[in-house]
Nanobody, 117 residues
Framework: QVQLVESGGGLVQPGGSLRLSCAAS????????MGWYRQAPGKQRELVAT???????NYADSVKGRFTISRDNAKNTVYLQMNSLKPEDTAAYYC???????????WGQGTQVTVSS
């Protein structure tokens, strides 16, 4: 199973930026899909963004135009650049990896993002 470690969360003012990182314990070159999800208190976990091993990306409507997901296969790391942050972006952000179709996916431990003045 892939071990994932997130970092980069913190407290930021509305309109600010953060970059989250997700470091994998194995090569991500062949991992079919990696992504970021988030969960706010009292809410279900929701998709934020995903990226395939071919580079195709998908975003939640709420973050389109503000967030960018990318992957660096040489560093076995996936990033989430978050700009123009809003208070409603406050949540624990989790990294996810789907090694191959129908295989169990892996989750990181999460990193907290708080957007507040």
């Amino acid at each position: 199973q892939v071990q994932l470690v997130e970092s980069g969360g913190g407290l930021v003012q509305p309109g600010g930026s953060l970059r989250l990182s997700c470091a994998a314990s194995v090569s991500i070159f062949s991992i079919v899909r990696m992504g970021w999800y988030r969960q706010a208190p009292g809410k279900q976990r929701e998709l934020v963004a995903t990226i395939t091993n071919g580079g195709s990306t998908n975003y939640a409507d709420s973050v389109k135009g503000r967030f960018t997901i990318s992957r660096d296969n040489a560093k076995n790391t996936v990033y989430l650049q978050m700009n123009s942050l809003k208070p409603e972006d406050t949540a624990a952000y989790y990294c996810n990896a789907l090694p191959r179709p129908l295989a169990p996916d892996s989750w990181g431990q999460g990193t907290q993002v708080t957007v507040s003045s």
